[in-house]
């Protein structure tokens, strides 16, 4: 191919940067602190601190100290740099000293009383073993009240996975406690919802906000679905979410998993119908044998700032590209009608080959979203995984770059039951789920917890540095990262703007920092020469709408950039991002010269070889020929466009009309530039008199003679052409066009140097 490609100064670009790029934040995580006290597992945690005093954060977890699942409580007085755990005591449990109890749930109202919802089940398992519980503490933390049942006595169902919150909008159902979860009979599940207006003494009945699916297609008897989450808006509307199937109504029993949603307006008396938010994975499994669920997690943003109303969602997925899960994210305006593409919260370099799973997530009181999650990119090869942290400061449209928060990987091979060590069997290919030997109880749990009180961020996690599945903690002030670059991508090819000079293009980033009190710095530097630094009040920088504007005449080449946030106080500033690259393409190809056949060029060959030369450029060329009989090129059936050519010739595959035909070749460049070449011509004429070849102006079987000769001269050089009676005569050397080759064939036969000539065919 005769092409020239760019590759080879991308690599010079790459070397020119020196040493590997990051993504991650190089900010060091938090102190890392351990709530639980016991050698035996614990996992599955939540979090939230006293909104009226933030030195109380009272978290609750999965506790495996007497042999099975109890539920351990924490609390700290010192803002969690210290902790006092223990179990909800048997006394308080529903069914006793027999009972276990599993997923723990915990909310706060804006008065600081704190709710918990455990499950309480017997381990003899079916109908009637497992009841939900809730446990109030009006004194933060000290003392707490329950247990509160709503559904009580326990019927024919199994409940799973109630998880709870709280309306802290001032509105009118402010303090109301609601709760969505799993209902299992013998049969399919179903999305059970209840709440209680008395701070979770009583309930209300419960409804089903989730009924048994059905189609015409898949039958009856299909599980509604699991993991509901209820949020409430900033106007007290209750939001229902969960992961379920979709089914197809259609002749073919077609089903999908799609998070779904329906919405109260009434504080949870009445919903509206069910609607579906997005289609998901729905299970997954980590290496280490962690199981993954697209469950949908968030909060709404109750701020009153600029992103009031705003609802959010994370949830672990593999996307459309494949690979392994991330931790994506998507976003509502208009109260959970209408939701937003979804955005990418890892921002690893080749997240397809890591998992990044179980995201939790809360807006604080100024609406920035904080989400954690966990994520295997420090150590890929032993699948060991971290704590992460990603905030957005601009209502979800962006999000920072990520922020460690675990300061050691935990390893899934530690995450298993005491006392058995039989290690976890780890598979070849990472995309299939792990051996796992027996036991493997735990896991790590489904879910995590983060709480924020305006700047002051505290999360819990399982952790593995100590051999097994422990709790711990960090807390720390809100940060401020490095910008997380987004545009143009890392590599990326860019036509220039040209007008007054060659313009570079519009740079962006994320929003780094509080919106009314961010600003940042960019500096860029041509491979070439060249360097400047500017700065932006906002998370994009346009060349000439800049603060100082930006030169308007730039070379052709690769440049570096990079961003750092700083606060309109002056007073602390971020770490400067990775570098990222971009070439800058001001020019457009070369024009391409058509080579053959010549122009006027009479062919008797019905799929002639098209041949022009090469349009040189820095970057890779694409060709389009042009074919028509039209010389304007109108579209439609006169015209042909033969695409994408990658080489400088095409061979015509089917017959041409017997026709004048024109010409021409546009070649593009890999970020759009075209230059076009001239336009050529040629006739398609097989018409044969069956004379001898040589024999042009009448066909007569003789021999060729001097008004052959004096014919075929002035066809080939007046203008116009005057008629030849027989082409395929006057195309004595078969080439397909009539050209001086032709006319010196003919001389040497009237000359005798040729005896004989090719007959016609």
Request: aromatic fraction near 12%.
């Given at each position: ?166 309306d802290r909008t001032g509105g009118p159902y402010d303090g109301n406690l609601y709760c969505a979860w799993a209902r299992f009979y013998d049969g399919p599940n179903r999305i059970m919802f209840v709440r209680s207006t008395d701070g979770g003494v ?285 545009s143009p991508v890392n590599g990326a090819l860019v036509k220039a703007s040209v007008g007054l000079g060659v313009l570079p293009p519009k740079l962006e980033w994320s929003t780094s920092w509080k919106e009314n009190d961010d600003r940042y710095q ?204 027989c082409l395929a005569e006057a195309n004595i050397d078969a080439t397909g066009s009539i050209d001086l080759t032709d006319l010196s064939m003919l001389i040497s036969r009237l000359t005798g140097v040729l005896l004989t000539l090719p007959n016609c065919?």
């Amino acid at each position: 191919m005769r092409r020239f490609c760019y590759w080879s100064l991308l690599l010079v670009a790459v070397a020119a940067v020196g040493g590997s790029a990051w993504s991650t934040s190089q900010l060091p995580p938090p102190a890392n602190i351990r709530v639980t006290t016991i050698p035996q597992l614990n996992n599955e945690e939540q979090v939230f601190i006293c909104p009226t005093d933030s030195n109380i954060i009272i978290a609750n977890w999965r506790d495996f100290r007497t042999g099975y699942r109890q539920i351990g409580v924490g609390r700290s007085t010192d803002g969690g740099q210290t902790w006092v755990d223990s179990l909800i005591p048997p006394t308080m449990q529903y069914f006793g000293f027999s009972a276990w109890q599993s997923d723990p749930t915990m909310a706060v109202d804006r008065l600081g009383n704190f709710y918990m919802s455990v499950l309480d089940f017997l381990s003899a398992g079916g109908p009637g073993s497992s009841v939900i519980s809730f446990y109030r503490s009006l004194d933060k933390g000290v003392s707490w009240e329950g247990p509160y049942v709503p559904d009580a006595p326990p019927g024919s169902s199994f409940e799973d996975k109630q998880f709870i919150t709280v309306d802290r909008t001032g509105g009118p159902y402010d303090g109301n406690l609601y709760c969505a979860w799993a209902r299992f009979y013998d049969g399919p599940n179903r999305i059970m919802f209840v709440r209680s207006t008395d701070g979770g003494v009583t309930f209300d009945d419960s409804v089903t906000v989730g009924p048994v699916q059905s189609s015409a297609s898949c039958g009856t008897g299909w599980d509604a679905g699991q993991f509901a989450i209820p949020i409430v808006g900033a106007d007290g509307a209750v939001h229902v979410f969960w992961m379920g199937t979709s089914l197809d109504s259609g002749i073919a029993c077609a089903t999908s998993t799609q998070i779904k949603h329906r919405i109260s307006d009434d504080g949870g008396l009445l919903f509206g119908p069910e609607m579906l938010v997005t289609e998901v994975t729905g299970y997954m499994s980590a290496a280490g044998a962690i199981n993954i669920y697209s469950m949908p997690v968030g909060d709404a943003d109750i701020s009153g700032g600029p992103h009031h109303g705003n609802l959010y969602l994370a949830f672990a997925d593999i996307g459309p590209e494949g690979g392994l899960s991330d931790v994506d994210f998507i976003r509502s305006t208009d109260g959970g009608l209408t939701w937003s593409n979804r955005i990418q919260i890892n921002d690893d370099e080749q997240a397809n080959l890591n998992w990044q799973f179980h995201p939790w997530m809360i807006v604080n009181e100024d609406g920035v979203i904080i989400c954690v999650f966990y994520d295997e990119r420090f150590d890929v090869n032993n699948y060991n995984f971290d704590l992460l942290a990603a905030y957005s400061f601009d209502g979800g449209k962006t999000f920072t770059s990520n922020h460690r928060i675990s300061s050691v990987s935990s390893s899934p091979n530690n995450a298993k039951e005491i006392p058995n060590n039989e290690p976890v069997v780890q598979p070849t290919d990472r995309t299939q789920p792990a051996l796992v030997m027996s036991p493997q109880a735990g896991k790590i749990g489904e879910y995590i917890g983060v709480t924020a009180y305006y700047d002051k961020i505290n999360a819990v996690w399982t952790d593995t540095r100590d051999g097994n599945q422990e709790v711990y903690t960090a807390n720390w002030q809100m940060p401020m990262l490095e910008p997380r670059l987004q545009s143009p991508v890392n590599g990326a090819l860019v036509k220039a703007s040209v007008g007054l000079g060659v313009l570079p293009p519009k740079l962006e980033w994320s929003t780094s920092w509080k919106e009314n009190d961010d600003r940042y710095q960019i500096e860029w530097t041509g491979l070439a020469g060249g360097s400047g630094t500017w700065t932006s009040t906002t998370n994009s920088f346009t060349a000439w709408a800049g603060d100082p504007p930006m030169p308007m005449v730039y070379a052709e080449g690769w440049y570096l950039w990079r961003v750092r946030t700083l606060n309109t106080a002056g007073t602390d500033s971020s770490a400067w991002s990775e570098y990222w690259m971009f070439y800058l393409d001001a020019t457009p190809p070369a024009q391409p010269s058509l080579l053959s056949p010549s122009n006027g060029a009479t062919l008797s060959d019905r799929t002639p070889l098209l041949d022009w030369s090469i349009a040189m450029d820095n970057l890779a060329v694409t060709y389009d020929m042009y074919l028509s009989t039209d010389p304007a090129f109108a579209a439609g059936p006169a015209t042909t466009v033969y695409t994408a050519l990658t080489d400088t010739q095409y061979q015509i595959a089917t017959d041409l009309a017997l026709s004048p035909y024109y010409w021409k070749v546009t070649a593009t460049d890999a970020v759009g530039w075209t230059s076009s070449s001239t336009v050529g011509s040629f006739v398609v004429d097989t018409s044969c008199c069956s004379g001898s070849t040589g024999n042009v102006n009448d066909g007569v079987i003789e021999q060729p003679d001097l008004s052959d000769l004096s014919l075929l001269i002035s066809y080939l050089i007046q203008t116009p052409r005057p008629a030849l009676p027989c082409l395929a005569e006057a195309n004595i050397d078969a080439t397909g066009s009539i050209d001086l080759t032709d006319l010196s064939m003919l001389i040497s036969r009237l000359t005798g140097v040729l005896l004989t000539l090719p007959n016609c065919p």
